[in-house]
């Protein structure tokens, strides 16, 4: 037995596409999951107490901590009656050998910009203001990848939302004569959010649709397709990332959109 085991673990990292091969011709995938079927995600909040909101998110092994830390700035000359949203993706070498140590890589710089297209719209930037054209809040969300095993713009999503719907901001007050804002120590309110926006992403595979793929799975896929859905089953957004098969077809992002809609009521309440 332990001696076959060897065997497949050699011929994976050497043949790592007909190794899925052989597996999707049986109508299964390496961790067992059909190719329909979703990791469990579990989300805790409010784990670091020095940030303004915060959360740990797992799905299947991929596990992403994120913190909100709230500061005070000026505005944009062109906008005074907006905050600041800020987020940001790590991807340490700590996390998966297939990244090193130094600056951010192209993949995590993608991934904050792909976070903040759809993150943009799940808050007021205008009820971040302080006093117009004088003093905003700036909400950087930081989220930092401990241990990567695919699918990190889903967990990351997750992470954000969580933490931002765990923030709570100081009562802030400017005072016009002497320039300073002052923050009560006592006094706080919670974010208002006007939407939870959940990513369920799908990996083409050969002509085969795979559901929220694993770190084995993404570099052998020919197209990833993200759908994210809010909390009322509504359409965000659908992002197609990689050449390859033809994914624009009607059919399978009628599946993706489909499925990603059924996933979101499974999940309901599970982000706090």
């Known amino acids: 037995m332990a001696d076959s085991a060897l065997k497949a673990s050699i011929f994976q990292r050497l043949h790592p596409r007909a190794y899925l091969e052989r597996f999707v011709a049986e109508s299964v995938r390496p961790d067992g999951?059909?190719?329909?079927?979703?990791?469990?995600?579990?989300?805790?909040?409010?784990?670091?107490?020095?940030?303004?909101?915060?959360?740990?998110?797992?799905?299947?092994?991929?596990?992403?901590?994120?913190?909100?830390?709230?500061?005070?700035?000026?505005?944009?000359?062109?906008?005074?009656?907006?905050?600041?949203?800020?987020?940001?993706?790590?991807?340490?070498?700590?996390?998966?050998?297939?990244?090193?140590?130094?600056?951010?890589?192209?993949e995590a710089q993608v991934l904050?910009?792909?976070?903040?297209?759809?993150?943009?719209?799940?808050?007021?930037?205008?009820?971040?203001?302080?006093?117009?054209?004088?003093?905003?809040?700036?909400?950087?969300?930081?989220?930092?990848?401990?241990?990567?095993?695919?699918?990190?713009?889903?967990?990351?999503?997750?992470?954000?939302?969580?933490?931002?719907?765990?923030?709570?901001?100081?009562k802030a007050t400017y005072n016009v004569e002497s320039g300073l804002t002052t923050c009560s120590r006592t006094a706080s309110s919670p974010l208002k959010m006007l939407k939870t926006p959940v990513s369920f992403s799908f990996g083409v595979f050969d002509a085969t649709l795979l559901a929220d793929t694993t770190a084995f799975e993404e570099p052998l896929l020919d197209t990833t397709i993200s759908v994210v859905v809010d909390e009322n089953g509504d359409l965000v957004s659908v992002v197609q990332l990689g050449p390859g098969v033809d994914t624009g077809a009607a059919d399978t992002l009628s599946t993706c959109i489909s499925s990603a809609k059924t996933r979101r009521v499974v999940l309901g309440g599970q982000i706090p």
Not at 122 to 128: A, N, P, Q, V
Not at 150 to 170: C, K, Q
């Open 33 to 106: 999951r059909p190719f329909d079927a979703w990791r469990d995600v579990s989300v805790n909040v409010g784990s670091i107490s020095t940030a303004n909101g915060s959360a740990l998110v797992r799905l299947g092994e991929t596990t992403i901590v994120c913190g909100v830390k709230a500061e005070i700035a000026e505005p944009e000359l062109d906008a005074p009656e907006e905050g600041f949203l800020v987020p940001n993706i790590d991807l340490p070498a700590l996390c998966s050998p297939k990244f090193k140590p130094g600056p951010p890589s192209d």
């Open 112 to 170: 904050s910009d792909r976070l903040n297209e759809v993150l943009s719209s799940t808050i007021s930037l205008s009820s971040l203001v302080i006093h117009p054209s004088k003093a905003v809040w700036v909400l950087y969300v930081d989220a930092t990848c401990i241990n990567y095993d695919g699918n990190v713009f889903d967990a990351a999503l997750i992470a954000m939302v969580a933490a931002l719907r765990n923030t709570t901001l100081p």
